[in-house]
Nanobody
Framework: QVQLVESGGDLVQPGGSLRLTCTAS????????MGWYRQAPGKQRDLVATVTTSGGTNYADSVRGRFTISRDNARKTVHLQMNSLKPEDTAVYYC?????????WGQGTQVTVSS
């Protein structure tokens, strides 16, 4: 069983930056693919970015070049650095871990981009 706790969500102005952190406990963190997803009101949950066990990354087109995902296996954390934030980035951001078809989710952290 893996527990994931997100932090770092906040209200930020357009053009600003935020850094989200997901802290994991339980399980073998280094063996999980880690990812960030987001869900805006009335919309489905969408992929934002993933990082593989070897550090390979993948991004949604809408965030590529603005967001950076990274992981620290020693600290069992995964970060999402978000720059040049736009109002359309407003959503609840969820941390996800995945291995052998088993997926775990955190409770989410709210990011609001507004002036």
């Amino acid at each position: 069983q893996v527990q994931l706790v997100e932090s770092g969500g906040d209200l930020v102005q357009p053009g600003g930056s935020l850094r989200l952190t997901c802290t994991a406990s339980g399980g073998a963190f280094s063996s999980y693919v880690m990812g960030w997803y987001r869900q805006a009101p009335g919309k489905q949950r969408d992929l934002v970015a993933t990082v593989t066990t070897s550090g390979g990354t993948n991004y949604a087109d809408s965030v590529r070049g603005r967001f950076t995902i990274s992981r620290d296996n020693a600290r069992k954390t995964v970060h999402l650095q978000m720059n040049s934030l736009k109002p359309e980035d407003t959503a609840v951001y969820y941390c996800n871990s995945r291995r052998l078809g088993v997926s775990y989710w955190g409770q989410g952290t709210q990011v609001t981009v507004s002036s």
